[in-house]
């Protein structure tokens, strides 16, 4: 298992323009480190952290699929009156709401089936540090 960074390696990662996350209670360690690298978006998790990813991507899955939702709804609204102007503009909103690109339904879609993939890819990690430390372990 990889060794948590520790508060000088944060700090000195901050000097060269890491963004830090709060720090683990016990350890003393960075949970999250994020910063540019090269012009590269870089951030590095430490390994224990993890399982808390998972769980806070699942949180976030749930607050687009609600978006999703609330899209629907809004796609399906009755105008209040028949003229001409608000029918129109009840049409408009029904579009940017569930139809067309860049709508509302499909920007909530876009970002679940990347957290999605990204938990796939945590998930991976996950997987590849165990199999790493077990073969450590028997090494």
Same mark, same amino acid.
């Given at each position: 298992?990889?060794?948590? +960074? ?5 700090? %000195? ?5 890491? %963004? +830090?996350? *709060? ?10 480190? $994020? ?7 870089t951030f590095?998790?430490? *390994? ?5 990813? !998972? $769980?806070? !991507?699942?949180?976030? =899955? %749930?607050?687009?699929?609600? %978006?999703? =939702?609330?899209? =629907?709804? !809004?796609?399906? #609204?009755?105008? *209040? ?9 009840f049409k408009? /909103? ?9 709508? !509302?339904?499909?920007?909530? &879609?876009?970002? /679940?089936?990347? /957290? ?5 890819? #945590?998930?991976? $990690? /996950?997987?590849?540090? &165990? =199999? ?5 372990r028997m090494?």
């Amino acid at each position: 298992m990889s060794e948590p +960074m520790s508060p000088q390696q944060a700090a %000195a990662m901050q000097a060269v323009g890491m %963004a +830090m996350t *709060p720090f683990n209670p016990v350890t003393g360690a960075a949970m999250i480190a $994020a910063g540019t690298v090269n012009g590269h978006q870089t951030f590095e998790i430490q *390994p224990d952290q993890l399982p808390r990813v !998972l $769980a806070g !991507l699942d949180e976030v =899955r %749930a607050k687009y699929v609600e %978006a999703q =939702r609330l899209a =629907r709804q !809004l796609s399906n #609204v009755t105008p *209040p009156f028949a003229d001409d102007v608000t029918v129109e503009a009840f049409k408009k /909103i029904s579009e940017r709401a569930q139809g067309g690109e860049g709508c !509302l339904f499909d920007t909530a &879609q876009g970002m /679940i089936d990347w /957290i999605e993939g990204f938990k796939a890819a #945590v998930q991976q $990690a /996950i997987e590849d540090h &165990q =199999r790493i430390d077990d073969d450590n372990r028997m090494a």
